[in-house]
């Protein structure tokens, strides 16, 4: 079996939430709690941080792992979902998984995934928990999927969780609230494990308080400390609302030792670390173009705010969504003047690019429709001068279709 064959095999075979929705949401964790039995239970013989929210999670993941690289520690990172190689999910010190890991792993299992009807998620869960305990890293990073409670990552007994920023987002699943939503996101509070919240709301603070005292898990709420100026070495503004939580999770975790220049040189360095994309990337010059995998109301909003900081002549809006993301509270964030290029990611789940653009069209926006991603593309850089600014978004798809 070759590394494309392997691939081809598990996203053929097993249902995965980012190419069907919601119909490959597993909510249960006896598949992962079976498959790591089978597997001896790597998640028991490592360190680790679990990570949660809506917005957030994976720069503070990836921030997380930096300052623990620089510190000196042997780190893994597991991470979703993967913009451009499916390897981008598990990291150890930034380095992908190898492609023999990934071929090996698949084949040995193989005759378990098709007995037992793991799904993509819960499979590759496995895979980076094995490969983890195989490494011997010293603390992994785990980023939740979805939600919390009922996620597959939520087997794992960490030494601290931190729950980032809660928004409506896979609402379908998750529930249609605020409170509900936090709720299944609280459901990585561990008992006696401390948590960080890393930004205050009224709404969801009730929801963590409840959780942490039922557990007896000690709380922290980030916003309440007052930190130095950090430099972060991702761009973007939102990243000081990630930036507090970071800060606070490092401080409760007693156990490995952290020092004042290990945390400057780890936020500096998150990208040369951890190879981290999409955030507020920069992938063009004159004219500028930067991409964002934000994709939900929330993390939408903070990426148009940076986006009115920018200086430009004329503005390029490269944009597409998947069809089960409810954007009729999206669209009118955008600016009125920009010229619009509407197209459908290359996914099951993409959204009709005519139906987007009508979407648009009934709200007064400017622009022409697509027939891919690339073409979008293409034409903005065709029409941008160097003055001009290009912003690609609105679905990790549309962005991995262009890095």
Known sequence: MTYKEALDWMFAQLPMYQNKGKVAF?????????????????????????????????????????VLQEAGYKVGLYTSPHLKDFRERIRINGKKIGKSWVVDFIAQNQSYFVSNKLSFFEMTVGMAFSYFEYEKVDIAVIEVGLGGRLDSTNIILPEVALITNIGLDHVDMLGHTIPLIAKEKAGIIKSHVPVVISEYNDETAPVFKAKAKEVNSPIIFAEDNVYPPYEIGLIGSYQKKNIKGVLATLNVLSNFKVEENDIVLGLKRVIENTKLMGRWQQIGEEPTIICDTAHNKEGISIVLDQLKTQQYENLHIVVGFVKDKDISQIIPLFPKNATYYFCKPKIFRGLDENILAELFYDLNFKGKVYKSVNKAFKSAKKHAKKNDFIYVGGSNFVVAEVL
């Not at 089978?38 to 720069?59: E, M, R, Y």
């Open 26 to 66: 597993n909510s249960k964790l006896d598949g992962i709690t079976s498959f790591a039995e089978h597997l001896d239970n790597p998640h028991t013989k490592f360190k680790s941080i679990h990570v949660a929210g809506t917005n957030g999670k994976g720069s503070s993941s990836h921030l997380l792992a930096s």
